[in-house]
């Protein structure tokens, strides 16, 4: 039987781990990362975070300017990191990039009494899309509403959606429990109480309506709610990992503020090594064809112990 975990002792997570596993990641350097580079995974550092944002902005463009009439194109895009949205909305007017073919789909959204959060809600994922991104585009720009897709708690309309276009590139984050979307790990239930459900398992997963990991309602009180967890809903809608193996491309970006050093360098381990494990989701990544890993390189860290 696997560990207990340190933090949630009915859920599984990255401390169920071996300890030889979790040591390993922790000595890791920034060379050590780049390293782990491999034929399906790439990692790239970027020395400011002006480059970052930047690149990351640029996966939208390159992503849209391939959508034609007789084959539409999208990306999948995150809230967490935001900073790039922006950006993306000046580069379409700047280069005047006509969208009518390109597609959006969100990630993942609140879910509040049964329902997605609506656009009125403080925390809704669709609100900061469309304020940070879509409401700066140029009206004669925009994609056609009908062409973004955000994910609801009936999901039939949001799946069906992924056979229209091809999605181009899916990117994400990092939260503290090694997720890409609310791809949290799941419980530590029947028929998996000595250990977590197989990859292959998880992989069948599709978008859906998923309970959060202790550690997810933390961080999401900490990084947009000033640590006010009674506002963070328990509940999400995820794109599921079967939408995510649709997608051409995954690429993670690492700031370094979702996620802390010990997580950046675990995950990077896991998939240059090919380990995948459902107590740390980021981890099935180690199957999927064409994953890349980008990091500021002032936000890699370092795991040596410190007193503060």
């Given at each position: 039987?696997r560990?207990i975990?340190?933090?949630?002792?009915g859920w599984?997570d990255y401390t169920?781990?071996?300890?030889?596993?979790?040591d390993d990641?922790?000595?890791?350097?920034a060379?050590?990362?780049?390293?782990?580079?491999?034929?399906?995974?790439?990692v790239?550092?970027?020395?400011?975070?002006?480059?970052f944002y930047?690149?990351?902005?640029?996966e939208y463009i390159?992503?849209?300017?391939?959508?034609?009439?007789?084959?539409p194109a999208g990306?999948?895009?995150?809230?967490g990191?935001?900073?790039q949205?922006?950006l993306?909305?000046r580069?379409?007017?700047?280069?005047?990039?006509?969208?009518r073919?390109?597609?959006?789909?969100?990630?993942d959204?609140?879910?509040?009494d049964?329902?997605e959060?609506g656009?009125?809600?403080?925390l809704?994922?669709?609100?900061?899309?469309?304020?940070?991104?879509?409401?700066?585009?140029r009206p004669?720009l925009?994609m056609p509403?009908e062409n973004?897709?955000f994910?609801?708690?009936?999901?039939?309309?949001y799946?069906a959606?992924?056979?229209?276009?091809?999605?181009?590139v899916?990117?994400?984050g990092?939260?503290?429990?090694?997720?890409?979307?609310?791809?949290?790990p799941?419980k530590?239930?029947?028929?998996y109480?000595?250990?977590?459900p197989?990859?292959?398992?998880?992989r069948?997963?599709?978008?859906r309506?998923?309970?959060?990991?202790?550690?997810?309602?933390?961080?999401?009180?900490?990084?947009?709610?000033?640590?006010?967890?009674?506002?963070?809903?328990?509940?999400?809608?995820?794109v599921?990992p079967?939408e995510t193996?649709q997608?051409e491309?995954?690429?993670?970006?690492?700031?370094?503020?979702?996620?802390n050093p010990?997580?950046?360098r675990?995950?990077?381990?896991?998939?240059?090594?090919?380990?995948?494990d459902?107590a740390?989701?980021?981890?099935?990544?180690?199957d999927?064809?064409n994953?890349?890993?980008?990091?500021?390189?002032?936000?890699i860290?370092?795991?040596?112990?410190?007193m503060?």
């Open positions: 039987m560990p975990s340190k933090v949630a002792p599984w169920t781990l071996d300890r030889e596993i979790l990641a922790a000595r890791l350097t060379d050590d990362l780049l390293a782990l580079s491999r034929p399906g995974f790439s790239k550092f970027y020395d400011t975070i002006e480059d930047l690149a990351e902005a640029l390159t992503s849209w300017r391939q959508a034609t009439p007789e084959r990306i999948c895009g995150p809230i990191p935001t900073e949205l922006p993306v909305a580069l379409v007017n700047e280069l005047e990039i006509d969208l073919h390109a597609h959006f789909w969100g990630m959204e609140w879910v509040v049964g329902k959060a656009l009125d809600f403080s809704s994922f669709a609100r900061a899309d469309m304020e940070l991104c879509f409401n700066r585009i004669d925009r509403l973004i897709h994910p609801a708690a009936d999901t039939s309309e799946i959606s992924w056979s229209r276009a091809r999605c181009v899916m990117q994400g990092q939260g503290e429990v090694k997720h890409w979307a609310f791809n949290d799941p530590r239930e029947a028929p109480t000595d250990n977590p197989p990859p292959e398992v998880y069948q997963l599709t978008t309506v998923v309970d959060l990991h202790p550690i997810t309602l933390i961080q999401n009180a900490r990084t947009s709610g000033g640590g006010v967890v009674q506002n963070v809903p328990s509940q999400a809608i995820s599921g079967k193996w997608a491309k995954v690429s993670i970006w690492h700031a370094g503020t979702h996620d010990f997580g950046l675990l995950t990077t381990l896991m998939i240059g090594k090919k380990i995948p459902t740390v989701p980021m981890s099935l990544l180690a999927h064809p994953v890349q890993f980008n990091f500021l390189r002032s936000g860290g370092t795991c040596e112990a410190e503060h």
